[in-house]
Structure formats: C-alpha cells, structure tokens
T-cell receptor, first 112, second 113 residues
Framework: NAGVTQTPKFRVLKTGQSMTLLCAQD?????MYWYRQDPGMGLRLIHY???????AKGEVPDGYNVSRLKKQNFLLGLESAAPSQTSVYFC???????????FGSGTRLTVV | GQQLNQSPQSMFIQEGEDVSMNCTSS?????WLWYKQDPGEGPVLLIA?????ELTSNGRLTAQFGITRKDSFLNISASIPSDVGIYFC?????????????FGKGTKLSVKP
C-alpha cells in the first residue's frame, strides 16, 4: 500500500520554465490537496479538490494550476516558474476531509 | 482568515525531559490534529481530537482539545532522540464544502543526547 506518492522528488527549473508535479493516491480518497512549505511559514494550501473533475483555490493559488481528471491523481502545474515558487511541495489526501490527511513525502523545487 | 499561533517556535531539551507545546486560534474548530514531520518527509498524523475537553494519548504523547475549542496542547513525556522533528498543530471545521486544515507554523524540537 503506497499511500500518497509524489513525483518528482527534486527538480531545478529556470525562471519562466513550466512543469507539472504529479500526486497519486491508492486509498480511494475523495479529497486531495496541494500545499507548499516554506521556512517559518508552515504549510499553506495552494489548491484542493473534493472529487474527480473538481478543483478549488486555497490560500496561495496564484501562479499555479491544478487538474483532477482521475480520482487517484492530482496534478499541480507551474506555467511560468518564478524564484518565489522555490519551495517544498506536499500533496495530501483524505476521505472527505475527516480524520486528518495522509501526506506524500514532498517535492523540493528550486527555481533559479 | 483563520490563523493558528503555535508556541514555542523551537526548543532544546535534555533527553528524558517532558515537553509541552500549544496552539491557539482566533476562532473555534471542531477538530484538532497534531502532526510530526521528520527531515525530508511529509507530516505524519500523531493524534486527532474531535471533542472539546477530549484528552487522547498515543504512547508517550498526550494531546488535549481545549474547552473553548480555540486551543490545543501536546505533551511528550520522557523525550528520546527520535522525538526530534517539527510538530504541527492543525485545526479543521469539516462538514462544509472544504474540510480544509489550517496549520500552525510548527514547533521544532531538538533533543540534546
């Protein structure tokens, strides 16, 4: 049982490049989330999804897009990367928001 | 929006000592959660609290849901080196369209061997 799997684990981008982070969960969870973690800032919600085909903005959505075409996958896209998007990105999933979230192990992204 | 104040931000303790940390909110929650994050990993759920006044233990960890529903506390007894990491509190009001967690900024725990 893999839980929540994030790919890639590390990535370096040049300013202006685009990329997609993939999150996959095998727990049949309805809800999925993307967070970013910065030193001293804790975890901040970027976007989330409450079911296949649905997405919604979180606290810090600017510069990111998401898609949930399949229940088990939640993709986070950066169309034009900026140095301010250097961060560690975590995906999480939950069964309808209850009982806490299960987190992936993170993607460390550096934009130069 | 809702904010959580978690304290202390960091602490160094002697192995074997007890540890206390807390989290306060400007508004009420109906769920409080405590997570631990090890270096290079994602947060892992330690304890979940669903009822005001609830006291729940997980091994050497004990957490309480404050009576006012605006705070929560985590205690670690007889700390050991593997307790090192960042502890996050999180509050949630599920039942609406979101059920989103609001996280504190974390307490970084370092243990002197």
């Amino acid at each position: 049982n893999a839980g929540v799997t994030q790919t890639p684990k590390f990535r370096v981008l040049k300013t202006g490049q685009s990329m997609t982070l993939l999150c996959a969960q095998d727990m049949n969870h309805e809800y999925m989330y993307w967070y970013r973690q910065d030193p001293g800032m804790g975890l901040r919600l970027i976007h989330y999804s409450v079911g296949e085909g649905t997405t919604a903005k979180g606290e810090v959505p600017d510069g990111y897009n998401v898609s949930r075409l399949k229940k088990q996958n939640f993709l986070l896209g950066l169309e034009s990367a900026a140095p301010s998007q250097t961060s560690v990105y975590f995906c999480a999933s939950s069964f309808r928001g209850e009982n806490g979230y299960t987190f992936g192990s993170g993607t460390r992204l550096t934009v130069v | 929006g809702q904010q959580l104040n978690q304290s202390p931000q960091s602490m160094f303790i002697q192995e074997g000592e007890d540890v206390s940390m807390n989290c306060t909110s400007s508004s009420i929650f109906n769920t409080w959660l405590w997570y631990k994050q090890d270096p290079g990993e994602g947060p892992v759920l330690l304890i979940a609290l669903y009822k005001a006044g609830e006291l729940t233990s997980n091994g050497r960890l004990t957490a309480q849901f404050g009576i006012t529903r605006k705070d929560s506390f985590l205690n670690i007894s007889a700390s050991i080196p593997s307790d090192v990491g960042i502890y996050f509190c999180a509050g949630m009001n599920y039942g609406g369209s979101q059920g989103n967690l609001i996280f504190g900024k974390g307490t970084k725990l370092s243990v002197k061997p």
